[in-house]
């Protein structure tokens, strides 16, 4: 993804502890041309995998994932981990703590059972890598339903 890179030298901004700011273009203000590129992108790296979910942390992955056209690109749902308990999520729950990178807090992730199951081949997106944290919850809740994560 040469083109994302090239965008993140232009636009992006590096702030004190080393945090990567991409806020003008990705995960406040969206380049809808940009993440229409890497929805594309994510469609051609796994277009040999039978993937029919992706799975976000609630917040910034989601712009990724949904806006980015992936899910357009594949045809399939998006299942998103919310950070936190409301009155909308009922029944069983599969839930990992991840620790956030930019916020400094612990929060457990939650996804409803009814949206993952050991049929589904998953793809996650979020938007970016720090310490790992939100993919390792990520994988945990894939794992614990059963499935498959494909990328």
């Known amino acids: 993804m040469n083109f994302l890179e090239e ?8 702030k004190e502890g080393n ?5 003008s273009f990705l995960n406040h203000q969206m380049d809808i041309k940009l993440l229409n590129q ?10 040999d995998k039978n993937i029919n979910k992706i799975l976000t942390i609630e917040a910034s992955g989601i712009g990724i994932a949904v806006a980015s056209l992936a899910a357009v690109q594949f045809g399939v749902p998006v299942v998103f981990a919310k950070k936190s308990q409301s009155i909308n999520l009922d029944g069983e729950m599969y839930v990992a703590e991840v620790e956030s990178f930019t916020h400094k807090c612990k929060n457990n992730v939650i996804v409803s059972q009814k949206f993952l199951s050991e049929d589904d081949h998953v793809l996650i997106i979020d938007d970016f890598l720090a310490n790992g944290c939100a993919l390792q919850g990520l994988i945990q809740i894939v794992q614990s339903s059963g499935a498959t994560v494909e990328g």
């Open 38 to 47: 890497m929805g594309a992108e994510f469609k051609k790296r796994f277009a």
């Open 7 to 14: 965008r993140i030298v232009k636009d992006g901004i590096v």
């Open 19 to 23: 945090v990567l700011k991409v806020d």
